[in-house]
């Protein structure tokens, strides 16, 4: 068996030295034998070349993944000093609050409940901060413990593995030619053919070996900043740490003082009794105007017999009870809205604004208690479905009180009200032409939202239809942002809606869209027009309406119901606080289309909320959700809507809020600013702190999570 062995060796050994040493002949014969040789060499040098490119391309995929590992370790590494300093900062912040607490808990007074409340709020936020800082820290420092799957999907993109793998492409690509050449001339019989053959072969081998040789050189480069990486890592890693414990520190330091500042601020704010009733009495005196809308006579209310399967206990025509929902009932003996030329069909939803300057001086010539200017909404008006509640005026067509309204179905009016929210007279709205009347801005604008601006009233407004008709098919709704103008013309006030200029308001270029929304707030920042688009742990605002997104960036609040709160006014801002206040809502979900069978939603809570003025515009405050009643243990009515916030004197010391009443009717609730502050930051102490712990903990790790990619924790 040995001999047999040594035999093949020998012979398989003189076949390579034959085929190694060249013919010397010089005949045509071996200049085609050594052809074929040297072809067959090249295609093994090709081979070599090849298999060289794909063990490259192999050694990149490994070493990228650990070197981009390890990059985007150090990158994380380096920002621990920034933790540790914004850690180190909020614990100097929380300090200060839980200071501030702890001089003002001991003897608090009504006039600084609000600055309390806003301390022990900045004292938890602050702590919280500290307390994601320290992850962040902690997180970065263990940034370097494995490769992840997002380290491979960065390394196998990035440009130098992308190269290696185009050189081994490049030379696969020759040793597929080499490999075909040498298939189809390896019984070439044609010296010149072999020849032409040859030169193609060493060609391609040539192509072949260029490409396997930068693939290895680019394989080593990658092979090399790795272990660069690595070593840099190792060394930052142990400062990391330091540094991770650093912030940890600070972070243990500060949430005990600010538990500490909630406590003394929760049991201060308690000791005044503000929060301890469900009902309070909000609203001043206001003058009553002569006007009212006619009421029915001896119409009572249906009693609910349980067994009906359409009847529900918790509502009635009058409404529901506010505590049934763990709301508070806020008892305002409001001014509801009412005029002759009102009165035969619904007024409600009004958006209310002091007349400005530049306009008060040309209507106080023919009108001279004017104050307001209102817009309420007529359209889906539901005061038939409140049987015991309204009866509307006949709509009268001649004689002495003949009315000068539109008939019943226009969609809004422009109206002029003197301080005591009384009618002053109905604003007639110009038209292109009569009979393009339906096509016209003002008679399909619904859920109208003034607002004064440099002298001149801007409206929000939706056209839910281009025919004046309530069901159109096709129609997409759209919203827009127009200029209210207002004209004394033949002693009488006209009003119409206009495009807003460009020149006047450069950010209102695009004043209109195809969309759904209803919600959006407008309010002047620092002389800047800004849109609200969703409330949060942060206001989102945006300077112009295009492009609106669907979704918040921000995380949003849930009222009681479990839904997100949305936008009812255009804020009203408290420059001298540095905040602004807004109204949020939200409504009873699973009963729609069965309590009296409302054509909309019902059983509204509504949420006074407290943003920052400056960017990022984070939430202060959150109050307990409440509703109106007119009457201490009464109920809220069946739907409410606030639409809007107004200054109700120059002195700014309280507050006008308007709100719809069950689709039929408007009114005014004049309430002290101080009561809506402590109201709100006060009595929504415990949901804001919470917040600091929950929600703001949450909003904060996903910043975090954004910063630090997979590896937060």
Not at 38 to 53: F, L, P, V, Y
Not at 295 to 315: A, F, H, I, L
Not at 490 to 502: G, I, N, Q, V, Y
Not at 603 to 626: I, K, Q, V
Request: glycine share 4%; hydrophobic share 40%; proline share 4%.
């Amino acid at each position: 068996m040995r001999a047999l062995l040594c035999t093949i060796a020998l012979l398989q050994a003189g076949t390579h030295a034959r085929m190694a040493t060249p013919c010397r002949a010089g005949t045509d014969h071996c200049r085609l034998v050594n052809t074929q040789k040297s072809i067959r060499a090249a295609a093994d040098r090709a081979r070599k070349s090849a298999a060289e490119a794909k063990d490259a391309v192999r050694m990149s995929r490994a070493t990228s993944v650990a070197r981009e590992a390890a990059v985007r370790a150090l990158t994380n590494l380096v920002n621990t000093p920034q933790h540790v300093k914004a850690a180190q900062a909020s614990l100097a912040k929380t300090k200060v609050s839980a200071a501030r607490v702890e001089r003002l808990a001991p003897s608090i007074q009504r006039d600084n409940l609000v600055d309390l409340a806003l301390a022990a709020v900045s004292a938890a936020d602050e702590a919280t901060q500290a307390q994601v800082a320290a992850a962040a820290a902690r997180a970065a420092a263990r940034a370097s413990e494995g490769a992840q799957k997002s380290d491979a999907q960065r390394a196998w993109g990035s440009g130098d593995v992308r190269l290696i793998g185009r050189m081994a492409r490049a030379a696969e690509d020759a040793l597929a030619v080499v490999e075909e050449t040498e298939r189809r001339h390896r019984h070439e019989t044609v010296v010149d053919q072999a020849l032409e053959a040859s030169e193609i072969v060493e060609r391609q081998s040539r192509r072949a070996h260029r490409a396997a040789y930068e693939a290895r050189m680019t394989a080593k480069h990658i092979a090399f900043g790795a272990d660069d990486a690595r070593g840099r890592m190792s060394a930052a890693a142990d400062s990391a740490m330091t540094h991770a414990v650093e912030a940890a520190a600070a972070a243990r330091e500060a949430k005990p003082l600010g538990a500490e500042a909630s406590r003394l601020a929760k049991e201060a704010i308690a000791r005044t009794g503000i929060c301890s009733s469900t009902e309070r009495n909000v609203s001043s005196s206001p003058v009553m105007c002569s006007a009212k809308r006619p009421r029915p006579e001896g119409v009572e209310v249906e009693k609910c017999d349980e067994e009906k399967s359409t009847c529900y206990p918790d509502w009635n025509e009058l409404g529901f009870y506010a505590k049934r929902f763990k709301a508070q009932t806020l008892i305002s003996k409001g001014v509801r809205l009412s005029h002759l030329n009102f009165d035969h069909l619904a007024a409600f939803n009004p958006s209310l604004v002091e007349l400005p300057g530049r306009l008060r001086k040309e209507i106080r010539r023919q009108y001279p208690s004017a104050y307001y200017i209102a817009s309420v909404r007529h359209s889906w008006g539901q005061c038939q479905r409140f049987k015991s509640l309204y009866k509307l005026a006949p709509y009268v067509i001649y004689g002495k009180y003949k009315s000068t309204a539109e008939v019943p179905g226009r969609h809004s009016s422009v109206v002029l009200l003197d301080r005591n929210f009384c009618v002053l007279d109905i604003a007639s709205q110009d038209f292109v032409e009569e009979l393009e009347r339906p096509n016209s801005i003002g008679w399909l604008a619904e859920d109208v939202k003034l607002l004064e601006h440099n002298g001149r009233l801007l409206a929000t407004l939706v056209m839910s239809s281009e025919s004046g008709k309530y069901f159109q098919a096709g129609f997409e709704q759209r919203f827009g942002v127009f200029e209210l103008v207002l004209e004394i013309r033949d002693e009488k006030l006209h009003a119409w809606f206009s495009p807003p200029s460009h020149e006047v308001f450069p950010s209102l270029s695009n004043y209109s869209t195809a969309s759904q929304i209803r919600n959006l707030g407008l309010l002047v920042l620092d002389g800047r027009l800004m849109f609200l688009t969703f409330l949060g742990l942060q206001a989102e605002l945006q300077p112009t309406l295009l492009p609106l997104s669907d979704l918040p960036s921000t995380l949003p609040l849930l009222g009681h119901f479990g839904k997100w709160l949305h936008n009812n006014v255009n804020p009203l801002v408290i420059e001298e606080k540095g905040m602004f206040l807004v109204v949020g809502h939200e409504h009873e979900h699973a009963m729609k289309d069965k309590i009296f069978q409302t054509t909309s939603w019902h059983t509204y809570l509504h949420y006074f909320m407290l943003f920052n003025t400056t960017a990022p515009y984070n939430l202060l405050s959150r109050s307990p959700a409440f509703c109106f009643s007119d009457e201490k243990g009464g109920k809220c009515d069946l739907i409410q809507f606030v639409s809007s916030l107004t200054w109700a004197s120059p002195q700014r010391d309280s507050v006008v809020v308007s709100y719809g009443v069950n689709d039929c009717e408007a009114s005014f609730a004049s309430i002290p600013l101080r009561t809506i502050l402590e109201f709100t930051i006060g009595c929504g102490l415990d949901w804001r702190l919470e917040a600091a712990q929950n929600y703001a903990s949450h909003s904060f790790q996903l910043q975090a999570q954004v910063a630090l990619g997979e590896n937060a924790i």
